[in-house]
């Protein structure tokens, strides 16, 4: 069974993203009209999004103030593809961040930077330290707090596009089994509740991710299935600008 | 003259890295065959190269040995078309490194690494520390300090892949001005016949580049005039994964 898949994908190059979001992918002329001049691109999340950044300066299209992590690999491929938008994009993913602290550092972190473009994904951290005994936040109290911040950034944004990010685990891994599986099946359906309600669009990670396992292990897109490897940052873009474009 | 430039761009998506490499770049079936199962990938160079990689570790495959530069998204753009080539990619660039510098750690940074493909971008340095006074080497140093290099290198790994990067700058920058542009020159050439001599591979980073001024400033491009920005990383990446490919 392994050494059928290690063969096939040898000489099948995995459309991984293409499979999961319909559409092409190679586009030669995606203008990304979402994207008006001097839209402003924020993103928010934990350590996923944060990928260790620089958290002194948080200068926007700076590559240290985004990390390397998958923001930084659609920023450069936004700045590269729009070189006139005169795009402003930003990172405030914090490390271990739940939805509730999304939403105390929320005036600072989102409101006052007035986002044309919002991007978020949380709820890996709302289930992992609720399993570890050292948060008692429920799935409800998750969705509830989501909605909350949610109603808030439309009232002070009423014209921001939303954009959510399906919170993804890989059993198998250093930090992760399957018993993970069902419970954050919950987060996920209630990410993706809100994201309905709220008319946003939609980045189908889990999907992405399991599609993926296809073509290697957990272990090669995932560092310990929670925090993406490199060639699990390159997914993570790849579906981030499909969804978008 | 410049808003023509702009109204033009943002009608049509530049085609930057396929106007100066012929070649479709949109190659849905790229099987790289060039990166066989387990090779060793070693990137050299100065400041352009290391881009702030952590340089205690220095691990593989790692997103923050490699730093937030061109290596980083070509590396995420290998992993993920080839899971399971197995590839070790390594960063080894140093901030201010010229030629000789390289020669003088190339025991440790380059042939204990046993790379099956090296890829080096060194020059820039030769020239502005000469230029500053800091360094009495010429271009003839730099041309015969780069061929003792490489002939040193095919004597213990006689099989490796060479890639050449060319040394580039863009004027009107904070640090460059038009009068780097000749003496840069003598710098390109001599790379340019190092690269014929022994039969490497060449990323012509400076056409590439010039290709890009046609759409945006040099100060889109590059943060300094010898640096790139996060736009200018993603042209460099597309750039070598074209020429590799």
Redesign the interface.
Known sequence: MKSG??IA??VN????VSAVIPGSS?R????YPMFK?GSTILFQGDSITE??REKEKELP????S????YV??L???L???L???ELIIYNRGISGNKVFQLANRWQKDCLDLKPDILSILIGVNDYWYLRNGMYDGTVADYERDYRALLNRTKEHLPDVTLIIGQPFVLPNTEAVDESWIEPMKGYQQAAKRVADDFNTLWVPYQQVFNE?LK??PAN??TTDGVHP???G???M??AWLKVVS
Chains 1, 2 share one sequence.
Do not use: C, D
């Open positions: 898949i290690g994908a040898l190059i995995p459309a991984i190679e030669k002329n995606n203008h001049r990928y260790g299209n700076n590559a240290f985004i990390g390397p992590g930084y690999l920023t450069a491929q700045m590269k593809t070189p006139n938008r993926a073509y290697a090669y897109w490897s490199v060639a940052t390159q997914l873009a790849e």
